[in-house]
Nanobody, 118 residues
């Protein structure tokens, strides 16, 4: 079965950095657009970033542009989210997701908590 497993979350001070990783299994990874989303408790899940199948195209939410970078390694079935200049408002559970077609995410990970202290 398809599994997406996130790691790399934790507690960091404002201005710091974290790198999230997501390992995929059970799917042809290079056939999937990959994305990162985040959810604050009690609120809807929000889009953070996405990356095309080859990695040649990326997209970001306005709130993270210039601070976050999404990348992927198709040889290792991995997608990453480098988060710099973190702010307290970045505190959320971050989810990795895979989409066979743009905007239609079929698979989700279990999430990893990121907490940014002020």
């Amino acid at each position: 079965q398809v599994q997406l497993v996130e790691s790399g979350g934790g507690l960091v001070q404002a201005g710091g950095s974290l790198r999230l990783s997501c390992e995929a299994s059970g799917l042809t990874f290079s056939s999937y657009i990959m994305g990162w989303f985040r959810q604050i408790q009690g609120k809807e899940r929000d889009f953070v970033a996405s990356i095309s199948r080859s990695g040649g195209s990326t997209d970001y939410a306005d709130s993270v542009k210039g601070r976050f970078t999404i990348s992927r390694d198709n040889a290792r079935n991995m997608v990453y989210l480098q988060m710099n200049s973190l702010k307290p408002e970045d505190t959320a559970v971050y989810y990795c997701a895979g989409a066979f077609a743009w905007g239609q995410y079929d698979y989700w990970g279990q999430g990893t908590q990121v907490t940014v202290s002020s």
